[in-house]
């Protein structure tokens, strides 16, 4: 049976990724290299939100293998299975049924002011299904299921959780208290990382120029060839300036991924092109990533292991949403099962 390690004055953390490939630069550099070192403060929950992806139209076979590489690569990213919880969403049926409860907790005037729900139903107008309308529903669910402290998000995730607390709050208020209130954790150093080739633009995988976005499962090759193309300006000195967006965008990335301060790089660069300082982003950003490339190939050629990983997991999550779905469904006034 697999044991839960949390300690008990830590604060819990809840966190769920879409099972959509991988991430960008942005995405690693901005949060999920801060996923290994919250481990050290923190009791930690992830999951791979497969029930969330089929909002949107899927191949299933597709699916099946975006959701185990997630799952690697959450793992290759820095979350250890052995302290964190570690599981697919879909592996617990307990969010489904919260989310069930919780929607009888939520109004149809709040959800319709979703703006992701609004974005979405207008990009994929021939499919606005039910889910895609209580996919915040579910997002709470998934949060308060463990009574989460904080939930790492970007902004644009930002409204549902703020849905989540209020959806808490009604049902506090309706049956006595019980959820935790969540709170977004803010990272204490996020670096916003740009297009490459549009760099006042975020860097995004959604990008039609494929060079304008770095993907951390890039090969070397690829990753030096789309900086050496990066978008700068016709200056030719190295140097953090306003309107410089794409030097400042590469020296930020530089700094980041090196450790050295905007004026030690305009000194290693001084008399230095840009040809120059591309390239050494470049290799820098690949040798960065290297680690994760290479721990992520060797999760996903061990299909016995991860399988271990994520039904330990899904085992464990149990064990702390059971108590919790139980106390829920007393306080709603459903009969005792048992
Ligand atoms: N909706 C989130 C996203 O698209 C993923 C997600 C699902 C999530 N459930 C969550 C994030 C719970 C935080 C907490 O990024």
């Known amino acids: 049976m697999a044991e839960i390690t949390f300690s008990k004055d830590k604060k819990l953390i809840f966190s769920a990724i879409q099972p959509t490939g991988t991430f960008t630069l942005g995405n690693y550099l901005g949060a999920v290299k801060n996923w290994g070192p919250l481990q050290e403060e923190f009791n930690c929950i992830y999951a791979v939100a497969d029930l969330h992806s089929i909002t949107v139209k899927q191949d299933p076979v597709k699916l099946r293998q975006n959701s185990l590489q997630a799952y690697a690569l959450m793992m290759a990213c820095g979350l250890a299975p052995e302290r964190s919880i570690l599981f697919f969403q879909s592996h617990n049926r307990h969010h489904a049924e919260l989310s069930w409860v919780l929607s009888c907790s939520t109004q149809f005037g709040e959800l319709s002011r979703m703006t ?98 770095i993907l951390i499962l890039d090969e070397k090759d690829a990753i030096i060839r789309k900086f050496k193309r990066a978008v700068t300006d016709s200056d030719t000195e190295v140097r953090y300036a306003e309107g410089k967006d794409g030097i400042n965008n590469l020296m930020t990335i530089y700094s980041i991924v090196t450790g050295r301060s905007f004026e030690e790089i305009e000194k290693d660069f001084s008399g230095k092109g840009y040809g120059d300082f591309k390239l050494a982003v470049g290799e820098a950003v690949a040798d960065h990533l290297e680690p994760v490339r290479t721990e992520f190939s060797r999760l996903i050629n061990d299909k016995a292991y991860l399988k271990k990983c994520y039904t330990e997991g899904a085992e464990k999550a149990m064990m702390i949403s059971q108590r919790n779905l139980s106390k829920v469904y007393r306080k709603v006034g459903f009969v005792d099962a048992r």
């Open 116 to 213: 992701q729900f609004k974005d979405k139903s207008q990009k994929h107008a021939d499919n606005i299904n039910a889910g895609l309308f209580t996919y915040p529903v579910l997002m709470a669910a998934d949060i308060l299921l463990y009574n989460a402290d904080f939930v790492p998000i970007g902004a644009d995730q930002k409204q549902h959780l703020e849905l989540a607390r209020n959806i808490a709050q009604r049902f506090n208020q309706r049956y006595g208290d019980f959820f935790t209130l969540p709170d977004p954790y803010i990272p204490k150093v996020g670096a916003k990382v740009m297009s490459l080739q549009e760099p006042t633009k975020k860097m995004s995988k959604s990008d039609e120029n494929p060079n304008a976005c």
